[in-house]
């Protein structure tokens, strides 16, 4: 009887080699399992509200409804996004003024993104020092993202007009040039208009995105770089940017999506010019000037998948450079 207890000790002492992986696996299972119970409610509620006018949209973007008599429509199929009758073409996507506003809308977000990150980072640099009147300061920078965007419009629209506006006279008192520019009619100068305002408005949210990841880092870190005769360059580039990256990538993906379907800012400011039109825009004009509620419906389907593949990339990337920084590790 003792010879079969001690037999069975050391087997009952040893656990499988797959048992903690296999106690990890199931740990993550229930939590994973627990956080789609909780985010159920939001995603039950999120698809009710934005799942219904997107199924809409995607429905009338087939047909040839106008907008006055949204009930009397034909089945068209992919006329309204690319058909081809005797030799020419036709739809959304063979309208070079979609191209057109495609173009802009690119170029406004890489534009307008990459500096609101670069003053962002100025600004959350300077607000976590310490300082008199930090507080101040950091309420400050909020006001530009508290103005409603149409109010910004309207202002930085005042500020640009080429006979009295400050930038003008600004401009000219440093003699920067020569004569007045018309900055919204100008269509080589209207597009930098929008992504002035656009950056003067939105920097305070990148700022406080990366303010906020900022001051998640232990100064003991810095204390140990300095320590070990790092510079400013060297601490920035190997301990905060890579401690704010995923809070970086969070507000990107957010400006960018944000920025790839602007249409207030431009609609009054430029009064939606062909030289500034947007794909959002675009979509409007569609439905609304011309009354084309299955092209506009298409265009705007078009812009949607535009949005979220860029979103999809974005978050794909995250994801693989979070797991090759886990397989380093």
Same mark, same amino acid.
């Given at each position: 009887?003792?010879?079969?207890?001690?037999?069975?000790?050391?087997?009952?002492?040893?656990?499988?080699?797959?048992?903690?992986?296999?106690?990890?696996?199931?740990?993550?299972?229930?939590?994973?399992?627990?956080?789609?119970?909780?985010?159920?409610?939001?995603?039950?509620?999120?698809?009710?509200?934005?799942?219904?006018?997107?199924?809409?949209? !995607?429905? #009338?973007?087939?047909?040839?409804?106008?907008?006055?008599?949204?009930?009397?429509?034909?089945?068209?199929?992919?006329?309204? #996004?690319?058909?081809?009758?005797?030799?020419?073409?036709?739809?959304? /996507?063979?309208?070079?003024?979609?191209?057109?506003?495609?173009?802009?809308?690119?170029?406004?977000?890489?534009?307008?993104?990459?500096?609101?990150?670069?003053?962002?980072?100025? /600004?959350?640099?300077?607000?976590?020092?310490?300082?008199?009147?930090?507080?101040?300061?950091?309420?400050?920078?909020?006001?530009?993202?508290?103005?409603?965007?149409?109010?910004?419009?309207?202002?930085?629209?005042?500020?640009?007009?080429?006979? #009295?506006?400050?930038?003008?006279?600004?401009?000219?008192?440093?003699?920067?040039?020569?004569?007045?520019?018309?900055?919204?009619?100008?269509?080589? !100068?209207?597009?930098?208009?929008?992504?002035?305002?656009?950056?003067?408005?939105?920097?305070?949210?990148?700022?406080?995105? !990366?303010?906020?990841?900022?001051?998640?880092?232990?100064?003991?870190?810095?204390?140990?770089?300095?320590?070990?005769?790092?510079?400013?360059?060297?601490?920035?580039?190997?301990?905060?940017?890579?401690?704010?990256?995923?809070?970086?990538?969070?507000?990107?993906?957010?400006?960018?999506?944000?920025?790839?379907?602007?249409?207030?800012?431009? #609609?009054?400011?430029?009064?939606?010019?062909?030289?500034?039109?947007?794909?959002?825009?675009?979509?409007?004009?569609?439905?609304?000037?011309?009354?084309?509620?299955?092209?506009?419906?298409?265009?705007?389907?078009?812009?949607?998948?535009?949005?979220?593949?860029?979103?999809?990339?974005?978050?794909?990337?995250?994801?693989?450079?979070?797991?090759?920084?886990?397989?380093?590790?």
């Amino acid at each position: 009887m003792s010879h079969n207890s001690e037999s069975l000790l050391p087997s009952a002492a040893v656990a499988p080699p797959t048992a903690a992986p296999r106690r990890k696996r199931s740990l993550q299972q229930r939590r994973a399992r627990a956080a789609w119970v909780l985010v159920a409610p939001a995603l039950i509620l999120l698809f009710a509200v934005a799942g219904w006018p997107l199924i809409r949209t !995607l429905f #009338y973007s087939f047909t040839d409804a106008a907008m006055d008599t949204p009930e009397e429509y034909n089945f068209v199929g992919l006329a309204n #996004y690319l058909d081809f009758a005797e030799g020419d073409s036709f739809g959304v /996507l063979a309208d070079p003024l979609w191209w057109q506003a495609v173009g802009n809308t690119l170029w406004f977000t890489a534009c307008s993104v990459s500096l609101e990150l670069f003053f962002g980072m100025l /600004l959350a640099l300077l607000m976590n020092e310490k300082f008199r009147g930090q507080g101040i300061v950091r309420a400050a920078i909020l006001v530009p993202w508290a103005i409603p965007t149409i109010v910004t419009a309207k202002m930085w629209g005042w500020m640009f007009h080429d006979q #009295y506006g400050v930038v003008n006279d600004l401009l000219l008192r440093f003699a920067l040039i020569e004569t007045p520019l018309a900055w919204i009619a100008e269509p080589t !100068l209207s597009m930098w208009a929008v992504v002035i305002a656009d950056v003067w408005k939105t920097v305070p949210f990148m700022a406080l995105m !990366l303010l906020a990841a900022l001051q998640m880092i232990p100064s003991d870190l810095y204390e140990a770089a300095r320590v070990d005769g790092a510079n400013a360059w060297q601490r920035f580039r190997r301990i905060t940017l890579p401690l704010i990256m995923p809070a970086m990538i969070v507000a990107l993906i957010f400006r960018v999506m944000d920025a790839l379907r602007v249409f207030d800012l431009i #609609y009054v400011l430029t009064s939606n010019s062909e030289a500034t039109i947007s794909i959002s825009g675009y979509a409007r004009e569609q439905m609304v000037s011309f009354q084309e509620m299955g092209v506009g419906s298409a265009a705007s389907v078009l812009v949607f998948m535009m949005v979220a593949g860029i979103a999809a990339c974005f978050l794909w990337i995250n994801r693989f450079s979070h797991e090759g920084k886990e397989a380093r590790e």
